[in-house]
């Protein structure tokens, strides 16, 4: 070892072996705890202060857009700022207050102050009756309105009589902001990944999210790149349309993609394919789940969810897919209270970002070779390729593997293809090619 020279880059598959699991979590962890206080939105200052935070784990870019800013169908709304929201009953106490949660107020409520009746108050009130004791979590961007979300067994209990009512909010030309962080490759030709930042206290939608993806950049920095890694950090729906409409020259280079959501809880892995279908982040999540996570489960492309709805809107059409543990509104938490730091945990989220570096592998692993000697097999032992089989118990599947890679290495098919037709892992089929390719017995022909 020289003490002077850098350290040599590693491969995405050195990193999953070598990745630590427990320090991971931890990380993870720890950047949840510090952001789930703040009071997140489409815009406002909570978002800065959370991608301020961000920044002190990886160097992301911070970028404003300016309210009004038209893009496609849709315009960069106001900058939404809250300072204080209360309800106060006639004794002056406050029976709700935005100090205590943040889900509280509906986020992008109205300013006001006023004194109103009971029944006047009630249409301006939300609970969930079949779960009294948790706040809901309720938003009203594009409507002008003003509400509080409380539990339920609070709200039933308020009496009649007069309600003092204070919300000390703003909503003026400003800004949206989001982050974005680009790790450049061989190729231009871009891998996305996206998680939204909106959500105020909540933990699985969408900080899980966050933690994942910032550990993802972290450990994809330190990689030799084949493709260009973009990373964004934005407000669900209209961080992605402006994005998107603001980059159409970055958007022609995206050729796989990821929306990471709610990847922190105990739920088997969710993956909803792209619009297309059959793209190869597609395959390659599935073919990962196949080997790596055998109760996982992949569904069809909705037009509903997150951001990939933006990403796959026709004209926009981009192979991105939907990465998660419980799908949105699939667990009883999601948008409430209970979506709490608890639903977490380290092992749930280093599982997640472990079955993400997987993909990356086949992404980045995948080719179409030749096999050099089509013409009945090659003979293997005379090259010394049984050396090469690994110990006793990977030889019989090594060999087996190795078969196959020269049975179909006719410049047709990848390894990806014969990943999925063997069964074996992508793993074990990219390292047999890379065994063959040293014996001189496959020749690449280029990435699919
Ligand atoms: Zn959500």
Same mark, same amino acid.
């Given at each position: 070892?020289?003490a002077?020279?850098?350290? !040599?880059? *590693?491969?995405?598959?050195?990193?999953?072996?070598?990745?630590?699991?427990?320090?991971?979590?931890?990380?993870? !962890?720890?950047?949840?705890?510090?952001?789930?206080?703040?009071?997140?939105?489409?815009t406002?200052?909570?978002?800065?202060e959370t991608?301020?935070? =961000?920044?002190?784990?990886?160097? !992301?870019?911070?970028?404003?857009?300016?309210?009004?800013?038209?893009?496609?169908?849709?315009?960069?709304?106001?900058?939404?700022?809250?300072?204080?929201?209360w309800?106060?009953?006639?004794?002056?106490?406050k029976?709700?207050? &935005?100090?205590?949660?943040?889900?509280?107020?509906?986020?992008?409520?109205?300013?006001?102050h006023?004194?109103?009746?009971?029944e006047?108050?009630?249409?301006?009130?939300h609970?969930?009756?079949?779960?009294? #004791?948790? =706040?809901?979590?309720?938003?009203?961007?594009?409507q002008?309105?003003?509400?509080?979300?409380?539990a339920?067994?609070?709200k039933?209990?308020?009496?009649?009589?007069?309600?003092?009512? %204070?919300?000390?909010?703003?909503?003026?030309?400003?800004?949206?902001?989001?982050?974005?962080?680009?790790?450049?490759?061989?190729?231009?030709?871009?891998?996305?990944?996206?998680?939204?930042?909106?959500?105020?206290?909540?933990?699985?939608?969408?900080?899980?999210?966050?933690? /994942?993806?910032?550990?993802?950049? *972290?450990?994809?920095?330190?990689?030799?790149? /084949?493709?260009?890694y973009?990373?964004? &950090? =934005?407000?669900?729906?209209?961080?992605?349309i402006?994005?998107?409409?603001?980059?159409?020259?970055?958007?022609?280079?995206i050729?796989?993609?990821?929306?990471?959501?709610?990847?922190?809880?105990?739920?088997?892995?969710?993956?909803?394919?792209?619009?297309a279908?059959?793209?190869?982040?597609?395959?390659?999540?599935?073919?990962? &789940?196949?080997?790596?996570?055998?109760?996982?489960?992949?569904?069809?492309?909705?037009?509903?969810?997150?951001?990939?709805?933006? %990403?796959?809107s026709?004209?926009?059409?981009?192979?991105?897919?939907?990465?998660?543990?419980?799908?949105?509104?699939?667990?009883?938490?999601y948008?409430?209270?209970?979506?709490?730091? #608890?639903?977490?945990?380290?092992?749930? !989220?280093?599982?997640?970002?472990?079955?993400?570096?997987?993909?990356?592998?086949?992404?980045?692993? @995948?080719?179409?070779?030749?096999?050099?000697?089509?013409?009945?097999?090659?003979?293997?032992?005379?090259?010394?390729?049984?050396a090469?089989?690994?110990?006793?118990?990977?030889?019989? #599947?090594?060999q087996?593997?190795?078969l196959?890679?020269? @049975?179909?290495?006719?410049?047709a098919?990848?390894?990806?293809?014969?990943?999925?037709?063997?069964?074996?892992?992508?793993?074990?089929?990219?390292?047999?090619? #890379?065994?063959?390719?040293?014996?001189?017995?496959?020749?690449?022909?280029?990435?699919?």
């Amino acid at each position: 070892m020289h003490a002077s020279t850098q350290p !040599l880059k *590693q491969s995405v598959r050195q990193q999953i072996e070598t990745l630590d699991s427990e320090r991971r979590g931890q990380e993870m !962890l720890s950047l949840a705890r510090d952001l789930y206080p703040i009071c997140r939105s489409l815009t406002g200052p909570g978002n800065r202060e959370t991608l301020a935070r =961000i920044q002190r784990d990886v160097p !992301l870019d911070v970028h404003e857009v300016a309210s009004g800013t038209p893009v496609f169908d849709w315009t960069v709304p106001p900058e939404w700022t809250v300072r204080e929201a209360w309800i106060k009953n006639v004794q002056g106490q406050k029976v709700v207050d &935005f100090a205590d949660h943040n889900l509280h107020v509906v986020g992008y409520s109205q300013p006001v102050h006023t004194t109103l009746s009971r029944e006047a108050l009630e249409p301006h009130l939300h609970s969930i009756p079949e779960s009294p #004791d948790w =706040i809901p979590y309720r938003t009203s961007y594009y409507q002008e309105t003003w509400g509080f979300c409380l539990a339920h067994k609070i709200k039933a209990a308020l009496p009649g009589g007069e309600y003092e009512v %204070y919300i000390d909010a703003e909503l003026k030309p400003g800004h949206l902001t989001y982050g974005e962080l680009v790790l450049p490759g061989q190729r231009d030709e871009t891998v996305l990944f996206s998680t939204h930042i909106c959500h105020p206290s909540l933990a699985n939608d969408n900080l899980s999210g966050i933690a /994942v993806a910032t550990q993802l950049i *972290q450990l994809l920095a330190e990689v030799d790149r /084949v493709y260009t890694y973009r990373f964004l &950090f =934005i407000p669900g729906t209209i961080g992605s349309i402006t994005w998107l409409a603001l980059h159409p020259e970055e958007t022609k280079q995206i050729r796989h993609g990821l929306v990471l959501s709610c990847v922190g809880d105990a739920g088997q892995p969710h993956y909803k394919r792209s619009r297309a279908g059959d793209a190869l982040i597609d395959r390659a999540v599935a073919q990962v &789940f196949r080997q790596d996570a055998a109760d996982a489960v992949v569904q069809d492309f909705s037009p509903y969810g997150y951001d990939e709805r933006q %990403y796959g809107s026709p004209g926009v059409n981009l192979p991105v897919g939907l990465f998660t543990r419980s799908p949105h509104g699939t667990f009883p938490e999601y948008h409430t209270s209970a979506d709490n730091l #608890d639903l977490l945990s380290g092992e749930a !989220l280093t599982d997640s970002l472990r079955l993400l570096l997987e993909s990356v592998a086949i992404v980045e692993g @995948n080719a179409s070779y030749r096999n050099l000697y089509p013409m009945g097999e090659p003979q293997l032992g005379r090259r010394g390729l049984y050396a090469s089989l690994g110990g006793a118990n990977d030889r019989a #599947d090594n060999q087996l593997a190795m078969l196959w890679i020269l @049975n179909q290495s006719d410049g047709a098919h990848s390894l990806l293809d014969i990943a999925e037709r063997s069964g074996y892992s992508f793993a074990r089929i990219r390292h047999m090619a #890379d065994v063959l390719v040293e014996h001189a017995l496959l020749e690449e022909v280029g990435a699919p």
